[in-house]
């Protein structure tokens, strides 16, 4: 059974950073292009960082510039670098990986950030 498994989410005063992790287990993160998107109420969820294919990466465009995204395939493991947060940043994150070279995917409980003002 494929699961994701996120963490580092919290409070943070604006302008500040934050590390988010997610690891895959049940399956390697080399088989899988993963990333992250988020969501507030009521609005629907939007792509934060995601690999397009094992080397390259989209990022939306409020956040361009400010988020790193990186993997680690030793450890199955993608992270999220968050610099210089917004209040706009709150949100809860989902973690979520596809297959590269097949149709399943895979969504985490997801994660709250909250940036304060």
């Known amino acids: 059974q494929v699961q994701l498994v996120e963490s580092g989410g919290g409070l943070v005063q604006s302008g500040g950073s934050l590390r988010l992790s997610c690891t895959i287990s049940g399956a390697t993160a080399s088989g899988h292009l993963m990333g992250w998107y988020r969501q507030t109420p009521g609005k629907q969820r939007e792509l934060v960082a995601r690999?397009?294919?094992?080397?390259?990466?989209a990022y939306g465009e409020s956040v361009k510039g400010r988020f790193t995204l990186s993997r680690d395939n030793a450890r199955n493991t993608v992270y999220l670098q968050m610099n210089s947060l917004e209040p706009e940043d709150t949100a809860v994150y989902y973690c979520?990986?596809?297959?590269?070279?097949?149709?399943?995917?895979?969504w985490g409980q997801g994660t709250q950030v909250t940036v304060a003002s």
């Open positions: 979520h990986a596809h297959q590269t070279w097949g149709s399943s995917e895979y």
């Open positions: 690999f397009i294919s094992p080397g390259n990466t």
